[in-house]
């Protein structure tokens, strides 16, 4: 089965901690996208990788790190200097950046108290 | 930077009743897409337009992409149950530069559909 994987599905973490998403796809996709998703707003992107080794911010990536090593792998860390981190996470991967369709993951629940 | 507009944010409608959805951009787009996000669901893709005044149908479902590539819209036709959930337009940018790439979602419209 092809498709986008991440893990965990839900995330309980304490105030002042790192935590790493984890994203994972098959598809043999260049491209591959951080959102995060808040009740009533749209999903706003973090970051983007279009290639191994390449990655740039997206409208907002403060508090937020990531790492492309491998092709299939884009995790995503959620620092203690994000204000607001409890939210949504969605990895999304497309062909390339050249206006494919996105292929969501599952998403992932951060809860930070 | 690029924004994208969507109204309503709520649609409520009875089973059968028609459901439309707005986006508009504050930038011309090089191409719009729909995605539709059930109740604790991810987003999936529906469809994409790229040429002004493209017109798409997908059974019950239509979509337009304005003249000047800067407004578009989904009109469901006769909802039904199935279609509960919420339906996010994202544009794409022209041009190079930092925007290249990178997709701008609207804030979508959550329709509840009662029997």
């Known amino acids: 089965d092809g498709g986008i994987t991440q893990s965990p599905k839900y995330l309980f973490r304490k105030e002042g901690q790192n935590v790493t998403l984890s994203c994972e796809q098959n598809?043999?996709?260049?491209?591959m996208y951080w959102y995060r998703q808040d009740p009533g707003q749209g999903l706003r992107l973090i970051y983007y990788?279009?290639?191994?080794?390449?990655?740039q911010k997206g409208d907002i990536a403060e508090g937020y790190s990531v790492s492309r090593e491998k092709k299939e792998s884009f995790p995503l860390t959620v620092t203690s200097a994000q204000k607001n981190p409890t939210a949504f996470y969605l990895c999304?991967?497309?062909?390339?950046?050249?206006?494919?369709?996105?292929?969501f993951g599952p998403g992932t629940r951060l809860t930070v108290t | 930077g690029q924004q994208v507009m969507q109204i309503p944010q709520y649609q409520h409608v009875q089973e059968g009743e028609d459901f439309t959805t707005y986006c508009n951009s504050s930038?011309?787009?090089?191409?719009i897409q729909w995605y539709k996000q059930r109740p604790g669901g991810h987003p999936v893709f529906l469809i994409q337009?790229?040429?002004?005044?493209e017109v798409k149908k997908q059974k019950r479902l239509t979509f337009q992409f304005g003249e000047a590539k800067k407004n578009s819209s989904l009109h469901i036709t006769a909802t039904q149950t199935t279609d509960v959930g919420t339906y996010f337009c994202?544009?794409?940018?022209?041009?190079?530069?930092?925007?290249?790439?990178?997709?701008?979602f609207g804030q979508g419209t959550i329709l509840t559909v009662h029997p």
């Open positions: 999304a991967s497309s062909i390339d950046l050249n206006g494919f369709e996105q292929y």
């Open positions: 598809l043999n996709h260049d491209a």
């Open positions: 990788s279009q290639i191994v080794n390449d990655f």
């Open positions: 930038t011309t787009l090089s191409n």
């Open positions: 337009l790229v040429k002004s005044g």
């Open positions: 994202a544009g794409g940018h022209m041009g190079g530069g930092t925007s290249y790439g990178k997709l701008t």
